[in-house]
């Protein structure tokens, strides 16, 4: 079965911690993309990143970097110094070879991050 | 550049009426979606479509249609309306989800009571 599972509901941060949002998805395919969005309190979509599964490489965007595990099959998410308008909910999604038209979402993880 | 255009924003609906939520985009993707959040949870997907007169569905289908006679627009009706469809209903297009992210409207929020 093709799932993706985000096991924090919410995370509270001060602000200026660094914060790290865990993702552990599950599918059998070898080839799969990886995305992570993000949903402000203004509830619009805000994509940040895709990764297909032979790109292993960490990325870095800013204060935003992605570690990518195809052994734990995690890509999880970490903002650095993180400030209040970090503050949103974030999903993690999956596209798998099975089902190409289709991104399959995690429940999110809603971040709070107080001043 | 508009993207992903949803009408209504906002809608409340007694139970048993029908409406249709509208989404059209201006960026020639073949691929449409549409899904919806209820509160505190992901998204799910409800209907989607690869290209103007193909659709399909998804993981909650039940209680809506779709059509897509265009490349443009693909609206979706809900035809006897019920309590568990209040939710936020999103939008969203891509020309391939292997190659590009998928973009979202900003969502209607419907409410029936």
């Known amino acids: 079965a093709q799932k993706v599972t985000q096991a924090q509901t919410e995370i509270s941060v001060v602000e200026k911690e660094d914060v790290t949002l865990d993702c552990v998805y599950e599918?059998?395919?070898?080839?799969?993309?990886l995305f992570w969005y993000k949903q402000p309190p203004s509830g619009e979509l805000v994509f940040l990143i895709r990764r297909n599964s032979f790109d292993e490489q960490n990325e870095i965007s800013g204060r935003y970097s992605w570690n990518f595990q195809k052994s734990t099959s995690s890509f999880n998410f970490t903002i650095t110094a993180s400030q209040v308008v970090d503050s949103a909910v974030y999903f993690c999604?999956?596209?798998?070879?099975?089902?190409?038209?289709?991104?399959?979402f995690g429940a999110g993880t809603r971040l709070a991050v107080h001043p | 550049n508009a993207g992903v255009t949803q009408t209504p924003k906002f809608r409340i609906l007694k139970i048993g009426q029908s409406m249709t939520l509208q989404c059209t985009q201006d960026m020639n993707h073949n691929y449409m979606y549409w899904y919806r959040q209820d509160p505190g949870m992901g998204l799910k997907l409800i209907y989607y479509s690869v290209g103007a007169g193909i659709t399909d569905k998804g993981e909650v289908p039940n209680g809506y249609n779709v059509s897509r006679s265009t490349t443009e627009d693909f609206p979706l009706r809900l035809e006897l309306a019920a309590p568990s469809q209040t939710s936020v209903y999103f939008c969203?297009?891509?020309?391939?989800?292997?190659?590009?992210?998928?973009?979202f409207g900003n969502g209607t929020r419907l409410t029936v009571t």
């Open positions: 999604a999956l596209v798998f070879s099975g089902g190409y038209n289709k991104l399959i």
């Open positions: 599918t059998r395919d070898t080839t799969y993309y």
């Open positions: 969203a297009s891509s020309y391939s989800l292997t190659s590009s992210p998928l973009h």
